[in-house]
Structures are given as C-alpha cells and as structure tokens.
C-alpha cells in the first residue's frame, strides 16, 4: 500500500532507481500431499504441501458474518506475485502453487472457520485494492500494522515483524544506524514499510552531512538478489525471514544487521488483514487464538523454520507503526 509519506520522496534528494510492479499471475489452489527436501534443509517445495487443515470451531466460526457462513468461502489474497518471498509466500515447483508460512496460516484460519480457503496470488499493490474491494475478505501477506493502515483495515496480528539488512557474503559491512548506509546503493521493497524505514534513514544520514544513499527497486526479489550478488547493489532492505532463508539455502549472502519493522520505538507486528468494519476480525482473533491453543501455530511456524518470530495470543489492532510527523 502507498502510504500518504510516500508522495513526499519527490521532495527529498535522494538517487532512486524504480522498476515496474510484478507481474500478477492468476489464483492458484491450496494443495495437500507427501513432503520434499531442498539444498537449504526440510523445506517442502513442491505442489504437494499436506498443509495442516484443523476441525471447524463453532465457538470461532459462530462470529462469522451471515454472508460469509453462507458462501462457505474464504477468498484470501497474497501478494507474491512474480517470484514470492519465500518462505513466506513464493511459487512451488510447479511454478503455480502458492506455498509458504503466510497461505498455512491462512488456509488453518479458513478450515477452523468452517470455510474453504481460495488462495490468490497477485501483487502487493493489487492486494490492498482487493480488500479495498471486498474480492479479497483476508490478506495474508507479512503486512505490518501501521497507524495509517488502520484507518482503511482490522488486523489480527501473528507474527512479530522484524527486518534484516542482507549483503554480499564477505561484505564486511555491519548495518546499526543511517551513518552505515551513507554512500551505499540500497533495494528495497515499493510501497512497503520497509522502504518508509529506508528514506528516513536516509534522510538522517543527509542530515549529518553524509554521502546520499542511492535506493533502488526491482521487480522481484530475484533480481534483487542477483543486484546484489552482482555488486549492482551493496544492501537489501527486507522482511527478517525472507533474509534468512536466502542465506541458508545460497550461501552468498548474510545478514548484516537487523531492525524492528515498526521502528526503533515499537516491536513491529505482522496481521492478517481484512476491511475495516466488515464484521470478520473477530472470528479471525479467534481462529487464531485456537490454532495456538491447539499448537497447530507452533506446527505451522516450525516448517517453516519461523519459531522465533511467534506470537502467544491474537491481538486486535495493536498499536502500530506512527503515522509521520505524527
């Protein structure tokens, strides 16, 4: 989502390089079968994904709307269009079937409601306009909380939202404050909160009268991290998981610092997301705060290797990232 800050970078002078969004590719299925390895370790990758599909909770899907009861259906958007960002949400080995920690969670949200989960893969900035929308009734897409956001959204948050600045293996960079950018080209996601933390570190790092920091968009995380294998880049500013897992199973990369995603004053949360006031985030609180109970989170957490980025209970919109100047 473009947040109101952003129409502000045309005032700042920084280098920024855009490319164009992802491509959008069409709604895929969620899927049920045997497990695979990968180089990286016990991840499955492939379309067979035996996903864990809890029994329905009538106590949990009794707050569902009466339209929503109805239909039988919950339509969940995930914007991970072109090439993902694993192990969040990211193509299998089909090349079509969405898999990943964010359509698990969702999919166990929707079997505990009682409702068929149909999963859709479009892109970040088609996803909000989904839900803007009312096509997409969830969204499930490491989208952290923001004071701005929940104007528009509810949010039930499950998972704790941190960052990591990813470089070159061998890099000897070490990223703890703005002054460790100064001079460095820096991708990052369009849109994001990511890239709001980004220019303001910038900012800061002009302020004290250091070299500009040159940032930098492409398309999908692929290129980014051939940008940054390359040396077309020097850092890449993105989701915790998404680093790590890029590390482990390349081996090129590292992690050089990391940074909560809601900033320096407040732990970032991750949440599902729904449009405000359309009488579903209650039963997506309580879909969850079962899951955990049960233990299926932990289960679904621990494939894909995310334990530490858990939450213990279901919160309703937390308090979130500022908005700015505010």
Do not use: H
Not at 50 to 55: F, G, M, Q, S
Not at 148 to 155: G, I, P, S
Not at 239 to 247: C, D, K, L, M
């Amino acid at each position: 989502m473009r947040t109101t800050w952003i129409f502000a970078l045309a005032a700042v002078t920084l280098s920024l390089t855009a490319c164009a969004a992802p491509e959008e590719k069409a709604p895929v299925s969620a899927a049920a079968g045997p497990s695979a390895s990968t180089a990286g370790g016990s991840l499955n990758l492939t379309p067979e994904q035996n996903r864990i599909l809890p029994a329905k909770d009538e106590a949990a899907a009794a707050l569902l709307p009466a339209d929503v009861k109805a239909s039988g259906k919950l339509t969940i958007g995930v914007g991970a269009a072109g090439s993902g960002f694993p192990p969040l949400a990211f193509a299998a080995t089909d090349n079509k079937t969405l898999i990943g920690n964010e359509p698990d969670i969702a999919v166990a949200i929707a079997s505990t409601l009682g409702l068929e989960p149909v999963l859709e893969n479009t892109s970040w900035e088609n996803l909000f306009i989904g839900l803007d929308s009312g096509k997409f009734q969830l969204g499930a897409s490491n989208i952290t909380v923001t004071e701005e956001r929940k104007q528009k959204y509810d949010f039930v948050t499950y998972r704790l939202d941190n960052l990591a600045w990813l470089a070159k293996k061998g890099s000897g960079l070490k990223v703890t404050s703005p002054a460790d950018i100064a001079g460095k080209k820096v991708a990052v996601g369009s849109g994001t909160n990511q890239e709001k933390i980004l220019v303001e570190w910038a900012e800061e790092a002009k302020k004290q009268g250091l070299a500009e920091v040159e940032i930098k968009y492409y398309q999908t995380n692929q290129a980014t991290f051939l940008a940054l294998g390359s040396g077309q880049i020097d850092l890449y500013l993105g989701p915790s998981p998404s680093a790590a897992y890029q590390v482990a199973t390349t081996g090129q990369t590292e992690i050089v610092g990391t940074y909560s995603g809601a900033g320096k004053d407040l732990q970032g949360l991750i949440a599902l997301t729904t449009k405000k006031d359309n009488g579903l985030v209650k039963a997506y609180a309580a879909a969850l705060d079962k899951l955990i109970a049960s233990g299926d989170y932990a289960k679904i957490l621990q494939r894909w290797n995310l334990t530490n980025e858990g939450v213990t209970k279901a919160e309703i919109n937390p308090p979130g990232l500022p908005i700015e100047g505010k």
